[in-house]
């Protein structure tokens, strides 16, 4: 069973940076698609950011310009570099991992990020 955990999180001030880190327990290289979600109270889980086995990137309109997605396939690590970080970032971030063949899909448990205006 593969295990994602998250790591970097913390409470920070509004224009502040964070490196959040995904550990997988195995190779990520075998997962065809990878990405950051997040999730604020009351919301939705949202797509943050992805990064395919070949290393293409694909963003949502608001995390265009201050994230920066990237994998390590050497050290079996996904990261998302936040920079000029706002209020509204708070957020819980999850980690995600996905196989097309067969079908899989994992998740991480999440690593909170706080922004204090």
């Known amino acids: 069973q593969v295990q994602l955990v998250e790591s970097g999180g913390g409470l920070v001030q509004a224009g502040g940076s964070l490196r959040l880190s995904c550990a997988a327990s195995g190779s990520i290289f075998s997962f065809d698609l990878m990405g950051w979600y997040r999730q604020s109270p009351g919301s939705q889980r949202e797509l943050v950011a992805t990064i395919t086995k070949g290393g293409s990137t694909n963003y949502a309109d608001s995390a265009k310009g201050r994230f920066t997605i990237s994998r390590d396939n050497a050290q079996n690590t996904l990261y998302l570099q936040i920079n000029s970080l706002k209020p509204e970032d708070t957020a819980v971030y999850y980690c995600?991992?996905?196989?097309?063949?067969?079908?899989?899909?994992?998740w991480g448990q999440g690593t909170q990020v706080t922004v204090s205006s």
């Open positions: 995600n991992a996905q196989k097309y063949l067969p079908p899989r899909n994992y």
